[in-house]
């Protein structure tokens, strides 16, 4: 059988788009690249409570949304006239975003800012559900406020605390502790 010049190109052409198509397929990104797993959050009360350290985290999750988040966490204190910072504590929550959807990966991420215990302060809150090490990281910035001081002698003072706690599922607190 003679091929003709017409009929060796065309197995030619051939060849190389199938050997164009193999590559491409070879280099697309595969369906096992992406995570194809979902977080199973179920509905209930999470929280924890270190009376220790007079830290909580509370909120409830149904339909994959949190709300009634609350929290206290102890901040570090520094006055623009001393040397010296002290610990107070920052109460949040009223203002939390309510109803956000907790993502597939199971990491919701959540900002807004808040007065807490008379400091305007800017709450970072990331809430992590991965089963047995459920993970609530918060952290809190209160800048200097800006404008004049209530009294001459009286200094200004910015706050910043961080802190990870550990949740758990079922968790019921029967009063909020008092704030400091």
Request: glycine fraction near 8%.
């Given at each position: 059988m003679?091929r ?10 051939a060849?190389a788009?199938?050997?164009?198509l ?5 280099s697309a990104?595969?369906?096992?690249a992406?995570p194809?797993?979902?977080t199973v ?6 929280g924890?409570d270190?009376p220790a350290r007079?830290?909580y985290?509370l909120?409830?999750v ?5 709300r009634?988040l ?17 610990q107070r504590?920052?109460t ?9 959807t907790?993502?597939a990966?199971?990491k919701?991420?959540?900002?807004w800012?808040?007065?807490?215990n008379?400091?305007?302060?800017r709450?970072?809150v990331?809430?992590?559900?991965f089963?047995?090490h ?10 200097e406020e800006p404008?004049p001081?209530?009294?001459p002698?009286e200094?200004?003072?910015s ?12 968790f ?7 704030a400091?």
């Amino acid at each position: 059988m003679r091929r003709t010049l017409a009929t060796s190109l065309c197995a030619l052409a051939a060849g190389a788009l199938l050997l164009a198509l193999v590559a491409t397929v070879g280099s697309a990104p595969s369906a096992d690249a992406r995570p194809s797993y979902t977080t199973v959050v179920p509905d209930g009360s999470y929280g924890v409570d270190r009376p220790a350290r007079g830290e909580y985290v509370l909120f409830k999750v149904r339909d994959r949304k949190v709300r009634d988040l609350n929290l206290q966490i102890q901040i570090t204190c520094q006055a623009s006239d001393s040397p010296y910072s002290e610990q107070r504590f920052f109460t949040a929550g009223a203002v939390a975003p309510q109803g956000r959807t907790i993502p597939a990966s199971g990491k919701l991420i959540l900002n807004w800012q808040e007065r807490g215990n008379g400091r305007l302060g800017r709450v970072h809150v990331e809430l992590k559900f991965f089963g047995p090490h459920d993970l609530a990281n918060i952290a809190v910035i209160v800048p200097e406020e800006p404008g004049p001081e209530a009294e001459p002698e009286e200094a200004k003072e910015s706050c910043d605390g961080v802190g990870s706690l550990p949740f758990r599922r079922g968790f019921e607190l029967r009063t909020l502790p008092p704030a400091p």
